[in-house]
């Protein structure tokens, strides 16, 4: 059934208008993303079909590629660059809100409030968490996506948004895309510099987290950052 030929008030749209966003389902407000369906499949069908999809093949929709969403009849550049961009300002518009003031007391905390956020990311994110004197998260920021390295995470990026935002500590992440969270002589060298530029600036780095497939390492930890 195409939507045009559902009862007006089962439809997306109009459904949206007359009783709110929360009143529809995900793969309702995927449909309007969307927009039109294919010659055999509505829109809201098509949703389906992508949720069914981007479910077994990545763990989950966030981790899909346009490429990859193109595989699913029905799907093409258009409908799949939607989805993606939709996706993409989804997380940067919960990035830029503060976050609950969670109180940071191990490095589980750090895991709890970004291990699904990072855990099926095929590149590198480099996340910082933004504390007060009572370590409170403040704030969350992305300060880089791509492979990271000693030379291309610079100091002054990471201490940029701690220092416009009055920040006390700083907590920095990053995720592993092969799942395996050990930290690579490039984290060790990358974290040691960033300590030292902490040192200077007066600004506390307490620990650097890798998010690995549902497993995370902690330099401090381990006792490669002091």
Known sequence: MQIKDMPVYERPQEKLIYRGASALSTSELLALIIRTGSRNKSAVQLAEDVMSYSSA?????????????????????TKACSV???????KRLSENVSV?????????????ILMDSLRYEKREHL???????????????????GELSATSVHP??????A????????IIVHNHPSGDPSASREDIDSTRRIKEA??????????HIIIGD?????????GILE
């Open 198 to 207: 902490s040192d200077i600036i007066g600004i506390r780095l307490l620990d």
């Open 84 to 90: 993606i961009a939709s996706i993409e300002l989804a």
């Open 127 to 145: 996340v910082e968490l933004l504390l007060n004197a009572k370590c409170e998260v403040e704030s969350r920021v992305t300060i880089s996506i």
């Open 57 to 77: 093949e990545f763990g989950r929709l966030s981790a899909s590629e346009v490429n990859e969403l193109k595989e699913i009849e029905g799907i093409g550049t």
């Open 100 to 112: 609950d003031r969670r109180i940071i007391t191990s490095p589980g905390d750090v895991a709890d």
């Open 156 to 161: 002054r990026e990471v201490f940029n948004p």
């Open 214 to 222: 549902g497993v995370y390492t902690s330099l401090k930890a381990e």
């Open 163 to 170: 220092i416009r935002r009055s920040a006390a500590g700083i």
